[in-house]
């Protein structure tokens, strides 16, 4: 069974940084798109971003410019670079690939707080 991993959350104040991480098989990594998504206390797992094969990003838009996704195929990784995080980020971090959806990782707890 594919075993996403996920690493790098932790706790930061409004207007902080973390850089998430994500591994798993080549079999998924070399092959489709990637794609962070995040699930707050309370409601449901909403897409934040996602990268193609080539690293063409796209984002939601309450993340944009803040955000940056990217992926290095050779160690079949894909990255969440969040900046700029503000409290309603506060949420559990998760990847997949959303066009050949696996079985979800553990994810990464993300707290904004002050």
């Known amino acids: 069974q594919v075993q996403l991993v996920e690493s790098g959350g932790g706790l930061v104040q409004p207007g902080g940084s973390l850089r998430l991480s994500c591994s798993g098989p080549?079999?998924?990594?070399?092959?489709?798109?990637m794609a962070w998504y995040r699930q707050a206390p309370g409601k449901q797992r909403e897409l934040v971003a996602d990268v193609s094969v080539s690293g063409s990003p796209t984002y939601r838009d309450s993340v944009r410019g803040r955000f940056t996704i990217s992926r290095d195929n050779a160690k079949n990784t894909v990255y969440l670079q969040m900046n700029d995080l503000k409290t309603e980020d506060t949420a559990v971090y998760y990847c997949?690939?959303?066009?050949?959806?696996?079985?979800w990782g553990e994810g990464t707890q993300v707290t904004v707080s002050s």
């Open positions: 080549g079999s998924i990594f070399k092959i489709y798109r």
């Open positions: 997949n690939a959303p066009n050949n959806r696996q079985a």
